[in-house]
């Protein structure tokens, strides 16, 4: 599986916009990019997922480069709830719809009054 | 509606004993994923259920691990001998396994091992 990159941690202030980046310079032309969060004590939950055009939905906008080799996951107005660790993920579309996900250790955002 | 559910939430054992955890997925969804957690590292893949049969079990590190969905629903997921190195969070997710649609993964709250 292509190697994902993020930072390990982030801070932002509430009510703010909070950009995520991710690299992934060895992406294949048939990987999407997916990003799952993982709130304290919990699973991990779906945020969204892309190809190549930059895709809003209600939890998050994702921001693909042109080149697709980085994205960033952008949160419009960061709230306390959104204090999670945000992973970055790519799957390859030929492997169907039902595979695996392949985790890094993603980005752990702290969100602050 | 419910989501994935896991029994029990937690489970403390002995080395050597054997231990059994349990997965219910979301009604109709036809895949199922275990994965397992360790501390401060992001999940790591075990094994993929599409139906009854394990699609994938790539993930499953050694013999001591082994899982069935007998009846393409409730998982269990079986570890012999435990070893302290299997304490770990233990998740299960399961998706809709339609085919040309995104499926994302839907994950219950996970199962607490500690192996003392």
């Known amino acids: 599986d292509a190697k994902t990159t993020q930072p390990n941690s982030m801070e932002s202030n509430e009510e703010e916009p909070v950009h995520l980046p991710c690299n992934h310079s060895?992406?294949?032309?048939?990987?999407?990019i997916h990003w799952y969060r993982q709130l304290p004590s919990q699973g991990p939950e779906y945020v969204i997922h892309?190809?190549?055009s930059n895709v809003n939905n209600r939890m998050a906008s994702l921001a693909i480069a042109e080149d697709r080799k980085s994205s960033t996951l952008i949160l419009h107005r960061a709230t306390l709830r959104d204090a999670a660790v945000y992973y970055c993920?790519?799957?390859?579309?030929?492997?169907?719809?039902?595979?695996?996900?392949?985790f890094g250790t993603g980005t752990r955002l702290q969100v602050t009054l | 509606g419910a989501g994935v559910s896991q029994t029990p939430s937690n489970k403390v054992t002995e080395k050597g004993k054997y231990v059994e955890l349990r997965c219910d997925p979301i009604?109709?969804?036809?895949?199922l994923y275990w994965y397992r957690q360790s501390l401060g590292q992001g999940p790591e893949f075990l094994i993929y259920?599409?139906?009854?049969?394990?699609?994938?079990d790539s993930g499953l590190p050694n013999d001591r691990f082994f899982a069935v969905r007998p009846e393409g629903s409730v998982s269990t997921l079986k570890i012999q001998r435990t070893e302290r190195g299997d304490s770990a969070v233990y998740l299960c997710?399961?998706?809709?396994?339609?085919?040309?649609?995104?499926?994302?993964?839907?994950f219950g709250p996970g199962t607490r091992l500690t192996v003392l």
């Open positions: 997710a399961s998706s809709g396994g339609a085919p040309g649609s995104y499926n994302e993964q839907f």
């Open positions: 060895t992406i294949s032309g048939t990987d999407y």
């Open positions: 892309g190809l190549t």
């Open positions: 993920i790519l799957r390859d579309s030929n492997t169907g719809t039902a595979s695996k996900l392949t």
């Open positions: 009604s109709g969804h036809t895949a």
């Open positions: 259920f599409q139906g009854t049969g394990a699609a994938d």
